[in-house]
Nanobody, 114 residues
């Protein structure tokens, strides 16, 4: 069973930037499409960005142009660089495959507030 560990969240002001990371155990990570999901209080978990093993990226309209997903297959790690953050980006951020194959990690809280 692959384990996922997200990190890097925190409190940031509107317009600020933050980078979150997700480390996965197991080399199978490098041959799968991986995505960043988020869940805000009272809302369903949504997929905001994904990256294929070849590096092709797809973004939700709500984050396009502001977020950048990347991966380091040698480190079994995927990143999400978030710029121009808005209050509505506040959520717990998780990584997983697309479609979902693994259990969820603990996530990392991102709070955008002044």
């Amino acid at each position: 069973q692959v384990q996922l560990v997200e990190s890097g969240g925190g409190l940031v002001q509107p317009g600020g930037s933050l980078r979150v990371s997700c480390a996965a155990s197991g080399s199978i990570f490098s041959i799968t499409t991986v995505g960043w999901y988020r869940q805000a209080p009272g809302k369903q978990r949504e997929l905001v960005a994904r990256i294929t093993y070849g590096g092709t990226t797809i973004y939700a309209e709500s984050v396009k142009g502001r977020f950048t997903i990347s991966r380091d297959n040698a480190k079994n790690t995927v990143y999400l660089q978030m710029n121009s953050l808005k209050a509505e980006d506040s959520a717990v951020y998780y990584c997983n495959t697309v479609p979902i194959q693994w259990g969820w990690g603990q996530g990392t809280q991102v709070t955008v507030s002044s």
